[in-house]
C-alpha cells in the first residue's frame, strides 16, 4: 500500500477489492460433495453456472443426503441464494434420506434456473421456494424457481413443490408422481410452454391432485396442461356415544386437477388445458354409512376468483368408485326403547346424570 503526504493531507492508495462477477463450474458425474460446495459459493456471484454430466452420461445420478439438524421447515439438501442456473444434460439430483418437513432443493433468495435436470424426491417437498419477506416492511428475501427445458420434479414424495415465492413451467418441464398434490401454491405459479402437472394425486378436505392453489395466484397459458391427476375425499369413523349408534361418513374428493381456495386467483388462457383429472370415491369405512357425499370439482374446484378460457376443461366420464355393498346408506336414529325388537343398532348405554356446576 502506497502512502503519500500532500500539504498535511494524508492519502491511502490501496488495491481495490474486486467486484464478483459470474462463475461456471463443471461437477463430474455423482459428486455430490462437489455439487454441495458450488450451490455454498453461489451466493457470492452475481450469476452462477452449475453444469452437471458434463460428459452427458447415459445415466448420471446425484444423491444427497438431508441434514440431521435445522429448524423445522428448514432443512434441504440443497440451499439455493444467488442467481444460479443448474445446466443438467439429463443428470438426476436425489435425495438420499427420508426426514419430515424436508426438501430436496430450497430456494430463499435470487433466482434458481433447472435445465434438463430430474429432482427426484423422497423428502416432504423436491422443492420449497420460499418468500421470506416481512409482511409490514418488506425486508427480507423472495426465492424464484425456474423449470426450463425438460426438467422434472419427480415423486414418490409427498409434494413437487410448495411454492409461496414465485415458480414458473417452461418449454417442456414436468412436476409428476407425488401424493400429497403437485405443488401446493401460496404465492405465484406461471405455467406456460408445453409444461405439465400429471400423475398426482392427494387424499382430504382440501383436494387439489394437481395444484392446491391456497390464497396464491395460478396463471396457465401457452400449450400448459393440468392432466390426469386425482382427489380422493375421506371418511370419518363415529363409535357412537350418548344414545347415537356408531356410524361413518362418507366425504366426496374436491379438485381433481387444480383446487382453488376463496383467496385464490385462477387464470387459463390461450390453449391451455385442464383435462382428464377426476375425484375419487374414498373407502374402508368401519360402520354403517349413514351419509355419502359426491365428489366435486374432477377438473377444477373453485371457490376463489377463476377466469377460465372456453374450451379448456376437458373431462371424460369416469367411474367414482362407490363403498362396497355392505356399507349401504342406514339412516341415523335412536332407538325408540332399548334393545328395541327389529331394530338394525344394538341398545346404547344411556350417560349419567351430570353433577352440577360448581360456582
Not at 55 to 60: F, G, I, L, P
Not at 104 to 129: P, Y
Not at 175 to 194: A, E, K, P, R, W
Request: glycine letters at 14%.
Amino acid at each position: 500500500m502506497a502512502i503519500a503526504v500532500l500539504a498535511g493531507m494524508v492519502v491511502s492508495s490501496a488495491p481495490a477489492t474486486a467486484a464478483p462477477g459470474s462463475a461456471t463450474y463443471k461437477v463430474g458425474c455423482g459428486n455430490t460433495k462437489l455439487l454441495l460446495k458450488d450451490f455454498s459459493k453461489a451466493s457470492r456471484n452475481t450469476r452462477t453456472v452449475i453444469i452437471l454430466n458434463p460428459d452427458k452420461k447415459a445415466k448420471c445420478v446425484y444423491e444427497v443426503a438431508t441434514p440431521k439438524s435445522g429448524a423445522a421447515g428448514n432443512l434441504a439438501n440443497l440451499l439455493s441464494r444467488g442467481v444460479v442456473v443448474v445446466q443438467g444434460n439429463g443428470a438426476t439430483i436425489k435425495s438420499k434420506t427420508m426426514r419430515p418437513y424436508a426438501a430436496t432443493i430450497q430456494v430463499t433468495q435470487g433466482s434458481l434456473t433447472l435445465r434438463d435436470v430430474t429432482v427426484e424426491s423422497n423428502t416432504e417437498s423436491a422443492v420449497k421456494v420460499r418468500d421470506l419477506r416481512n409482511t409490514e416492511s418488506g425486508q427480507g428475501t423472495l426465492g424464484t424457481l425456474i423449470l426450463a427445458g425438460n426438467s422434472v420434479l419427480s415423486g414418490p414424495g409427498q409434494t413437487g413443490a410448495q411454492v409461496d415465492g414465485t415458480m414458473e413451467m417452461q418449454d417442456q418441464s414436468r412436476v409428476t408422481g407425488f401424493h400429497h398434490s403437485g405443488i401446493y401454491n401460496t404465492g405465484t405459479l406461471i405455467m406456460s410452454g408445453n409444461s405439465s402437472i400429471s400423475g398426482n394425486s392427494t387424499r382430504g378436505a382440501f383436494g387439489g391432485g394437481g395444484v392446491l392453489n391456497r390464497g396464491g395466484t395460478l396463471t396457465m397459458k401457452g400449450s400448459a396442461a393440468i392432466t390426469g391427476n386425482t382427489a380422493t375425499g375421506y371418511v370419518t369413523d363415529s363409535p357412537g356415544r350418548y344414545g347415537t349408534p356408531e356410524h361413518s361418513a362418507y366425504i366426496g374428493g374436491v379438485g381433481g386437477g387444480i383446487t382453488n381456495d376463496r383467496d385464490g386467483h385462477l387464470t387459463v388462457q390461450d390453449q391451455a388445458t385442464v383435462s382428464d383429472n377426476h375425484v375419487v370415491h374414498a373407502s374402508g369405512a368401519k360402520f354403517p354409512v349413514t351419509s355419502d357425499e359426491s365428489g366435486k370439482g374432477g377438473g377444477i374446484y373453485n371457490g376463489g376468483n377463476a377466469t377460465v378460457a372456453t374450451g379448456s376443461i376437458r373431462q371424460k366420464a369416469h367411474p367414482v368408485r362407490r363403498p362396497p355393498p355392505r356399507h349401504r346408506l342406514h339412516r341415523l336414529t335412536r332407538p325408540a326403547c332399548p334393545g328395541a325388537a327389529g331394530h338394525p343398532y344394538p341398545a346404547a348405554p344411556q350417560p349419567e346424570a351430570p353433577e352440577p356446576a360448581h360456582r
